[in-house]
């Protein structure tokens, strides 16, 4: 089985928005999505990334437009799915399943482009969404227009799968396609129904912590963003305690990568899309 990342987009923020005591320097924040290569399940996609559907497309909500103003989304146009997907022999049609690791624009934002696949991601999130209003959607982050009309009968919730205890030093979890190999664990915190990814059987075992943190610094060194980057969190108190796991991880010999990290890493495509 293999692994790979791909960044999507940059956005820029604030360094002391992203990282409590930082500066007001400007950091370039990778918008990454992955691609695994499953010897069964075939390919699979883990989120969307930002795509133009979402940043520029014509078709856009009035909120959504709004959004794309205020944040700014630099999209890379080598990094985008579908030229990278061209550039590893694939196509569209091809892939089996999209793992939503959680709702916001740039996770889902291209899951229309993926008419066969399967979406795996938690149906207790989803049936939490559905159970809102949307205005109380779009206080969550999560603009309901992006996600494609069939999404709930290609649905593959988490609650569906064996479960994985906490073992040897590894976060326990739902088991994606039943052999172990890449297991979703709860990462309460930033987004409703937030999960990443365990791949234990990696030369290292790789933990996909998405977005519990934007910077492995500031994870590695307790600082937690504070206000008013915590108005941005589902439930801020959770960070904390979550990050607390990935560091007992990392002293456990793992690795964590985070999405939107700009650092480059092992697992990410090179040339233009890194």
């Excluded at 890379?76 to 799915?81: L, V």
Aim: aromatic share 8%; net charge neutral.
């Amino acid at each position: 089985m293999k692994i790979v990342f791909a960044n999507s987009a940059w956005v820029s923020a604030a360094e002391r928005l992203i990282l409590r005591g930082g500066s007001w320097k400007s950091v370039r924040l990778r918008v990454r999505y992955g691609l695994i290569l499953h010897p069964v399940a075939g390919p699979v996609l883990v989120d969307t990334g930002y795509t133009p559907e979402a940043v520029t497309g014509p078709g856009r909500g009035t909120m959504l437009r709004l959004y794309g103003a205020l944040l700014k989304p630099e999209l890379n146009a080598a990094g985008q799915m579908l030229p990278v997907l061209a550039r590893l022999g694939l196509a569209p049609s091809d892939i089996s399943a999209v793992i939503v690791t959680h709702f916001h624009a740039d996770h889902i934002s291209g899951l229309s482009l993926f008419p066969k696949a399967r979406f795996i991601a938690s149906d207790a999130a989803w049936a939490r969404l559905k159970a809102r209003t949307a205005w109380q959607n779009l206080r969550h982050g999560v603009f309901t227009e992006l996600f494609p009309a069939d999404f709930e009968s290609r649905l593959d919730g988490l609650s569906s799968k064996q479960q994985i205890a906490p073992h040897d030093g590894m976060p326990g979890g739902a088991d994606l396609f039943g052999d172990g190999s890449v297991v979703a664990v709860d990462l309460p915190g930033h987004a409703d129904g937030q999960f990443g990814l365990l791949l234990p059987n990696m030369e290292r075992p790789l933990l996909y912590a998405v977005d519990v943190q934007w910077l492995l610094g500031a994870l590695k060194e307790e600082r937690t963003p504070g206000f008013p980057a915590s108005l941005l969190a589902e439930d801020f108190a959770s960070i904390e305690p979550t990050s607390a796991m990935l560091r007992r991880f990392l002293s456990a010999g793992g690795e964590v990568m985070l999405c939107h990290d700009p650092a480059p890493t092992q697992y990410d495509l090179g040339g233009a899309s890194g």
